[in-house]
C-alpha cells in the first residue's frame, strides 16, 4: 500500500539529526528543528487510511520512505510496530530507535536526516522547493 503527498523547504532546513527525520504541516521551522526535512506538508499520520495505519501496526511490515526533490531521490526503511498510534495531525517522524510515541511512523530506521544527501538539504533550504513524499509499507 502506498500514499503520496507533498511537503515544501524552508530556510531553517539543516537536517543534520542523526536519529530522527521528520515531516511537519508546520509552516515554521527553528534552527532547532535539525530532524525536520520538510514543511507545510500535505499529510500528516492523522491523514492515513486505516487500512496503511493497520498493516503499519503489524511488526513485520516494512514502511519506506521515499523522498523526491529536484531530480533527486532517497528512501529511507524502517519497521512497523503494534504500539504505533499514528494519529499525530500535524508530523510523521521516522526513527532509527525502537522509541515510540504519537508522531512516530516507524522505527528501526536505516537512516535518518543526518544520512540524507547535502545537495537534497540545500535544494530543501529554499522555501520555493517542492517535495514529494511516498510512504508505503508491506507486510514480510
Not at 75 to 87: A, D
Amino acid at each position: 500500500m502506498r500514499v503520496d503527498f507533498e511537503a515544501w523547504g524552508h530556510k531553517n532546513i539543516l537536517g543534520m539529526h542523526s536519529s530522527t527525520l521528520e515531516i511537519t504541516k508546520s509552516r515554521e521551522l527553528t534552527k532547532r528543528g535539525t530532524c525536520v526535512v520538510g514543511v507545510r506538508a500535505t499529510m500528516a499520520l492523522s491523514d492515513l487510511s486505516e487500512e496503511f495505519r493497520n498493516l503499519a501496526r503489524n511488526g513485520r511490515s516494512r514502511i519506506t520512505v521515499s523522498l523526491f526533490v529536484g531530480g533527486l531521490e532517497e528512501k529511507i526503511t524502517g519497521w512497523g510496530n503494534s504500539q504505533l498510534t499514528l494519529q499525530h495531525p500535524g508530523d510523521i517522524v521516522v526513527r532509527k530507535s525502537q522509541y515510540v510515541c504519537d508522531r512516530t511512523l516507524c522505527i528501526g530506521a536505516d537512516r535518518a536526516a543526518c544520512d540524507l544527501s547535502r545537495e537534497m538539504m540545500r535544494l530543501l533550504g529554499n522555501p520555493d522547493q517542492i517535495m514529494t513524499v511516498s510512504l508505503s509499507v508491506e507486510r514480510h
